[in-house]
Structures are given as structure tokens and as C-alpha cells.
């Protein structure tokens, strides 16, 4: 493309700009791109430029039905029949003229010079400058040609060399400004951020559609028609919400304001707003309570139906409850595991956000036993589980837990109570399988069982059945295999043990020999091992693998002689009566 060339289009862009302020050209992507016709927008703010007399030009198109599409010979538009069309156009030569069958040309702009000639049906630009004309349809119309050529011809009113063509079709129903269900839409969106550009899709941002009751939740309403166009300004947009919960909708005092949430959440269960102009509505939905509920919002345009979107928000704190406590040692106590809901049983985490839930978690006045006490508290986030950890006072003190959350209405709920128990660390440890005798491919499970020198459960201690060197736990047991299928070797540095109980899953494998057999397993944590207290053997066995040959041949007899019962049986149905 030459540099006049560009420039000539950079021309028509400033005159028709200057003519309304604002105006969106539809890009060209064809091989014909130097000439291609450039086709003015709606104006964004449904507003018509005056159309004034030659000279003068109608800046935006009227009435134009979705986007053009813009490709040199092969462009295409659709109208409504009241509408008019702009189209710009550089001329490459000094003289050109844009030619239009079914339509009239009602106004231009022109760099240079220009005249309507031809009954108003042809358009002669004298000059290389930018041209912007506006063309409206004929009554009764279904498509209107539009046509840009070149000519040297200084008096010619119509022919020359055809450079651009748009095909413009004429919508004469009644669907154009009418809500188009297809077209429209409720969407989630986060708050404040209801712009054309972010109401193409339903959002997918996390939490989207659920929140706390203390946080309002935004949605974008989308009303256009069949043609993609925002329907009229001044359309009545209400939403109502079931369950008592508030909604409001953007009162816009500007166009560009119209899609934003509203600056306030709602009082009532209903509200109304008429379009300011062809942008979306914002509209903000909130709990009435610090219940849990879930509330219905129904859209209406114009008395159309839009939609439906279903908001949820959780209620305050309703229930804490404590859960699989560990076996406490006195210099470190132990932990419970902690969570929280509502009262409709939605998962609650203290902290998010910290004006509906926060962290508010003390020692109730019912935890009893000498020296247990709530000590460092983890609130739970989504998943991931929540602790409270609690001090001993004594070995084999025993006792309970249970601890209050104030929800910030100042209300409190009371958690169930746990048994706290206090040890101290393993002195002596006893094995046992879960079977005394396994076939191949069983699952075969350990338990062992620790203590402390008291003869009490042993406190749950990292590092206390594992340590680093020659500590490592050992099991070692024939045809016992990990998930790897290799000979197992069980035990880590990180082996702990819960409420003084560790366990270890072997998968049984078929003696090499195909036969069944006694063994004995050992098992040995040298971290524990004392004077008093080795490494273990457990015993157990291992079936036969496979069926034999007898069983077999037992297996087949059976199935004839059963086989030829039911033939009898039969023969005895279908003989024929015999007569007397």
C-alpha cells in the first residue's frame, strides 16, 4: 500500500470523526484492502448524528444489524428498513463515484469536492480525498447494492472501473429491537466489572455464584435482538429474588456507567431501572440475614423473560466441630482436627473473609483434665483441614476439649467435646497381622502397637518410631511385596504412629514352590528397641495357589450329573399323556 494511499484513508477516518465526535470503522481483511469500503458503526451511544444537507453527512450508521463484514468485492451488511448506512471510501484516481441500486443517498462528507447527480442514486467525488456518504433504503427493498468505481471522467454520473461493493440486506420483521432470548443473557460476573468486553461468557473466576453473607454478589444483564444489537435506551429492566434476598440494578446517569455494578446493595426483593443507552445492566444480589440461603433472580426486558441465575451465600458459624484427636506427650501436647459450617451444612473457613467469619477461637469452660489446654490453633482453608492443638499436663492425664467461636454478630458456638489422652514417648512395641492365613493376591495388614513405659498408649511423636542411621523401622516377611512388587522393606524416617497405632499393607504373592507354607515375618524399630524390648517375628501362612487337578475333575462330574437331571426333568414336560 502507498504512503498516499494510507494517507488518503487516515483522511476519511478525521472527516468523519470530526463529524460526530467518535466512530468505529470495521477493519479491512481482504486481498482488496487499499480501496475496501470502510462502514461506519452505531453510534455506542444510540444517539443519530443530524443528517443536515450535502455536506453536512451522517457520521454513524443508523440501524445497522450486527456487525458488516468488510472483505473488497464480498462485503456484506444487514439494515433495518428505517436505517441508514455510512460508508467511507478513498478514491485512488482524482475523480470517482460511489453508485447505489435500491437505495438513496441522503448526505456526505467529502475532503475536497463532491455532488449527489443521478436522482440521488449516484455520488461523484471530484479529488483524491476521503468521502463519507450515507445511503438509506428504498421502501420495500430485501437487499440495496452499494458500489465504488473510478473513472477520469470529470462529468461522469454513473460506470467507471468497479473498485468496492458492499451487499447490504434491508430486515424489514419485527425482531429487529425486539430481546432476543438467543442473544441475551444473565451473566456472573465480579463486582464492579460489568463492561461489554467482560459479559460475553458467564465467568469463570473461583467462587463465582457462592459467597459469604456478608458479601454481595454482581451479575451483567445482556439485551439485545436477533441482530446482536443492545435493544433500545429506555428499555424497562426488573429483576425480583425468591427467598428474600436484596437486588439492585445500575440507576445509569451515563451510558458508559450503565454496565457497572450499583454503588448500593438493595433493600427489597424487587427493583427496576430503565437502559440509558445500548450498554449492559449491572445488578447486584445480597443475603438478607446470616442465614444460609439461596436465592432465584429472574430477569425481565420489556416484559420478556431474560433469565434466571441462582446465587447462593453461606450463613454464619453454626457448628465446630473437633475430630480425631492424637494421643498428647507432655512436652509437646498433641492436636484434634477442627472444622467449621453453617446450618445448612456448607463448609465455613474462619478468615475468608474476616468481616463475615473471623478467626475467634478460645478454650471452652468444659475442656477438663490437669493441665490440657488449647494451644496453637490452624483454621482451616478450602482443602485443607483445619487443627487445635492442646497442651498436657501430666503423663496419662486424661480429660476432654471442646472450644467457643464467637461469629461477628457476637453470637457463640460451643464444639462437641474430644477424650484427650497424655503419654509419653514408646518404650515397648507387639505385632500382629489382621489374618493368621492369606491366599495370593490378599491384602495383608500389620498393626503394631507401641506403649510407654507405663504401660499406657504411647504419645504420638514425630520421630519417635523413626529415627536417621541404624533407626530405620524394618519389616521384612516372605512373599510380602509393597505396591511396587518388590520384596518389602517397610518403615520410613517419617513413620508416626495415631492414638499409639502404626500400621503397614503388604500385598501376598504365591510361593514360588505353588504350594502353601508357614512363615514369619520381623519386625523391628531399633528407635524403640531396649534392654527389655528386640525386633518381633509374627507369624503367618500362605495358602495354595491355583485349583487342583482333582477339584477339578470333582467339578465336572458334578456339573453332568446336575445336567442330566434337568434333561429328565424336561422329558418328563413334553412326553405325551398316555391313554387309558
Same mark, same amino acid.
Given at each position: ?5 494510507i494517507?488518503?484513508?487516515?483522511a ?16 479491512v ?9 470502510s ?20 457520521p ?15 462485503s ?5 428498513a ?11 484516481t482524482?475523480?470517482?463515484?460511489i453508485s ?6 441522503? *448526505? ?31 421502501a ?21 472501473t ?9 430486515a ?8 432476543s432470548?438467543s442473544?441475551?443473557?444473565v ?9 461489554q ?36 435506551a429506555s ?10 434476598a ?11 456507567s ?12 424487587? *427493583? ?9 445492566v449491572?445488578?447486584?444480589?445480597s ?11 429472574t ?17 454464619s ?7 480425631a ?9 498433641g ?5 467449621f ?15 463475615s467469619?473471623?478467626?475467634?477461637l ?13 494451644s ?13 492443638a ?10 476432654? %476439649?471442646?472450644?467457643?467461636y464467637?461469629?461477628a454478630?457476637g453470637?457463640?458456638v ?6 484427650i ?5 514408646? *518404650?515397648?512395641?507387639?505385632?500382629k ?13 500389620l ?7 507405663t504401660g499406657?498408649l ?13 533407626n ?7 512373599? %510380602?511385596?509393597n ?15 495415631t ?11 504365591a ?11 520381623i ?32 467339578g465336572?462330574v ?9 434333561i ?13
Amino acid at each position: 500500500m502507498s504512503t498516499k494511499t494510507i494517507s488518503k484513508r487516515i483522511a476519511l477516518a478525521t472527516v468523519v470523526a470530526l463529524g460526530a465526535g467518535v466512530l468505529s470503522l470495521v477493519s479491512v481483511s481482504s486481498a482488496n484492502a487499499a480501496h475496501a469500503f470502510s462502514i461506519a458503526q452505531t453510534n455506542p451511544d444510540g444517539l443519530t448524528a443530524s443528517a443536515g444537507t450535502a455536506g453536512a453527512g451522517t457520521p454513524y450508521s443508523v440501524g445497522l444489524l450486527g456487525a458488516p463484514v468488510v472483505s473488497g468485492l464480498l462485503s456484506t451488511a444487514t439494515l433495518a428498513a428505517t436505517g441508514t448506512i455510512t460508508v467511507g471510501y478513498t478514491p485512488t484516481t482524482d475523480y470517482a463515484g460511489i453508485s447505489v441500486t435500491g437505495g438513496t443517498i441522503s *448526505a456526505y462528507t467529502v475532503a475536497n469536492t463532491g455532488a449527489i447527480v443521478t436522482n440521488g442514486t449516484y455520488f461523484q467525488a471530484q479529488g483524491a480525498g476521503a468521502v463519507a456518504v450515507s445511503i438509506k433504503p428504498n421502501a420495500g427493498v430485501a437487499t440495496m447494492t452499494i458500489q465504488a468505481s473510478r473513472s477520469n471522467l470529470t462529468t461522469a454520473t454513473s460506470g467507471g472501473t468497479l473498485e468496492d461493493q458492499v451487499i447490504v440486506s434491508v430486515a424489514a420483521t419485527a425482531t429487529s429491537g425486539t430481546v432476543s432470548l438467543s442473544k441475551s443473557g444473565v451473566f456472573y460476573d465480579a463486582p464492579g466489572t460489568g463492561t461489554q468486553a467482560a459479559v460475553s461468557a458467564d465467568s469463570t473466576s473461583a467462587g463465582v455464584g457462592t459467597s459469604a453473607y456478608g458479601v454481595s454478589q454482581s451479575a451483567t444483564i445482556v439485551a439485545k435482538d436477533a441482530y446482536s444489537v443492545y435493544v433500545a435506551a429506555s428499555s424497562l429492566v426488573t429483576a425480583s429474588a425468591t427467598n428474600g434476598a436484596y437486588v439492585a440494578l445500575t440507576q445509569a446517569s451515563a451510558a458508559a456507567s450503565q454496565g457497572a455494578s450499583p454503588a448500593a446493595v438493595g433493600t427489597i426483593s424487587s *427493583a427496576y431501572a430503565l437502559t440509558y443507552g445500548v450498554y449492559p445492566v449491572g445488578m447486584i444480589v445480597s443475603a438478607p440475614s446470616t442465614a444460609p440461603v439461596t436465592t432465584t433472580v429472574t430477569v425481565s426486558v420489556n416484559g420478556v423473560v431474560l433469565g434466571t441465575k441462582a446465587f447462593t451465600f453461606t450463613g454464619s458459624v453454626a457448628k465446630v466441630t473437633l475430630s480425631a484427636p492424637s494421643n498428647g506427650v507432655l512436652s509437646t501436647g498433641g492436636t484434634t482436627t477442627l472444622a467449621f459450617a453453617d446450618s445448612a451444612g456448607n463448609a465455613i473457613y474462619p478468615g475468608t473473609p474476616a468481616g463475615s467469619y473471623p478467626q475467634n477461637l478460645v478454650k471452652d469452660a468444659a475442656t477438663a483434665g490437669a493441665g490440657i489446654a488449647l494451644s496453637t490453633v490452624v483454621y482451616p482453608v478450602s482443602g485443607t483441614a483445619g487443627s487445635a492443638a492442646f497442651t498436657c499436663g501430666a503423663i496419662n492425664s486424661t480429660g476432654n %476439649l471442646s472450644v467457643d467461636y464467637t461469629n461477628a454478630d457476637g453470637t457463640i458456638v460451643v464444639s462437641n467435646s474430644v477424650p484427650i489422652t497424655c503419654s509419653s514417648t514408646p *518404650a515397648s512395641y507387639t505385632a500382629k497381622f489382621d489374618k493368621s492365613s492369606y491366599n495370593p493376591g490378599d491384602i495383608a495388614t500389620l498393626t503394631v502397637t507401641f506403649k510407654d513405659s507405663t504401660g499406657a498408649l504411647a504419645a504420638d511423636v514425630a520421630g519417635a518410631i523413626a529415627a536417621s542411621g541404624a533407626n530405620i523401622p524394618n519389616i521384612v516377611g516372605s512373599n %510380602l511385596t509393597n505396591t511396587s512388587g518388590t520384596l518389602l522393606t517397610a518403615g520410613t524416617l517419617t513413620d508416626v504412629t495415631t492414638n499409639g497405632v502404626a500400621t503397614y499393607k503388604f500385598i501376598v504373592v504365591a510361593p514360588a514352590s505353588g504350594t502353601s507354607g508357614s512363615y514369619q515375618a520381623i519386625v523391628d524399630f531399633p528407635k524403640v528397641d531396649s534392654a527389655t524390648q528386640s525386633g518381633l517375628t509374627v507369624p503367618y501362612s500362605i495358602g495354595s495357589s491355583g485349583t487342583s487337578l482333582n477339584d477339578v475333575l470333582k467339578g465336572i462330574v458334578s456339573l453332568i450329573a446336575s445336567i442330566n437331571k434337568q434333561i429328565a426333568a424336561l422329558a418328563k414336560l413334553v412326553a405325551p399323556a398316555k391313554k387309558k
